[in-house]
């Protein structure tokens, strides 16, 4: 069973109703033929008043009133159970791109991400929302009016199911194409989307290194490509509209031809009936014709949904949480790592047989050459990434058991490029902390956080627009901003990937002060690269190729392990520590 397909068992009871809704409208379809065929018949063949015949007039603008309400709740049962659809599936995939670890998050084009996420699921809406609706109706009309056509005069019945298997027989042939091409299509925007995105991202990279000509050109073929693959859908959409329309015209004609020759030379069939099978027979085609095009969106919407499930069914590394809340307590938590290990791909670098206890408002330093595997080593303790071997403990239980919400709730961290959302500064700085905060408590964070006097300078203040809603924000600038939310999440545990580049005095003199600030309260767990954080550390971890070389104080380290001599040697230019 196809993935469309077993979404529609979900929603059994609005496709009872719209068979319902279908027989109904079959019924009002063949009064009102029934009704003006009667009307015309008794005024211009028997010599009939209006007045006499008001009775069928009235009931034909009853009949009419009735079918677009039925018609009209059909179309509304069709877009809302198209609106559920893709309420579910956004979430869906919302869920999976958030519940995905760093790496997976970092793979693949973001914008090929943002495409399945808006366009493929948008595509997807005219399954449902036309195609199904109009499935069932043409399942059930046109067998109502065949039923009409064969009790009335049984030629008529005889071409009408003669000619109608035409209409689905090309439907098929056209809509396998379609599916097909719309498959293609998709890929394409997708592709072309991802490229768009990674173009905007990398504007400044492209143009110094002067990829931006090249960039453009791969852009433009990847467009062209997009546009052919969406003309070739036309084409197809064109030509199977023609042909239908000509197909239901053709038979309507023959059924026409036939009752007049009936009526006319042979006197077999009276001008009621003839009127009243003539009303009939474009309804019965036009409900087939009608499938035919929704046929068409349909297998586009297929092509859409296999990417969309194909994503989902994608395998994934996922984050593990348990049910276990992690309260707010005075103290915080105390995190042992037992043997803890961590691997991107099998047989190339790896973090091994960690072990290290990090007691409640410790402050710890992780040092290490680059690549030494720090910041692999803050992912795993943050539960950004999951754990391949050993164990990490939070107080009594393992860090997999508690809940997603509550450890979050408890932690901050702070990378080496925090985000700055589209929104103002407050805003930004409020975004950290689940509860509401007043403009005075944000301040005070600021203040703390030593980024109030930058803020005070902005004509709008904390008012000001930042992210992609406004201005940007200096490296330091934002390491501070990140602060501000610390100071006013109040985390219990706090994981700083401090800045490699070089930041002025003055800066680091803050970020340093801050950060001494936060860890009369909570643990915090810095990858140091400065000295001035590395020797105030309580305890140190040094890591060489994934490995826990060593671990200790400063002076500690510095006296036993020749490799951390030498690093921090070099660190500072070849002054003597000791
Ligand atoms: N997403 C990834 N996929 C595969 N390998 C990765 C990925 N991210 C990092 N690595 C590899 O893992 C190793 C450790 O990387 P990590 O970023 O933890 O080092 P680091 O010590 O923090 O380095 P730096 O000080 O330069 O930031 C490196 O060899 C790196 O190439």
Redesign the pocket.
Known sequence: MDGLRSILLNHKKRIIFLCILAVITAVTVVLQAYFLSAAVDHIFVQGQTFSEISWMLAGLAIILLLRTTFTYTGRRTGIAMAADVKAVYRKSLLDKFAGESV?QA?QGQSGGKISILLDAVDEMDSYFSEYIPQLIQASIIPVVILTIAFTQHIHTGLIMIITAPFIPLFMIIIGMQTKNKSEEQQEKLTAFSGQFLDALQGLTTLKLYRRSRAQEKAMETSSLSFRDATMEILKIAFTSSFMLELISMLSIGIVALELAIQMIIYEQVSFFTAFFLLMLAPEYYATLKELGSTFHSGQSSKGAAAKVINELAEETDPLHWGNVELSAGAVPPSIQLQQAGYH??EG??SLKNINATFPPRGNIAIV??????????LHLIAGLLPLREGNIMVNDHSLAAYSKNSWFSQLNYISQHPYLFSGTIAENIAIGSSQDHTRGEIERAAEQAGIAGVINQLEQGYDTPVGEAGRGLSGGEMQRLALARAFLKKPSIILFDEP?TGLDLYTERILYASIRQLAQQATVIT?AHRLYTIKDADTILF?EH?RLLAAGTHSELLRDVPEYREMVFVHDGGKNHE
Request: hydrophobic share 30%.
């Open positions: 790496l970092g991107y791909e190339l670098f290490g050459r680059s690549g030494s595997g720090k910041s692999t080593l490699t990858v890591l994934g």
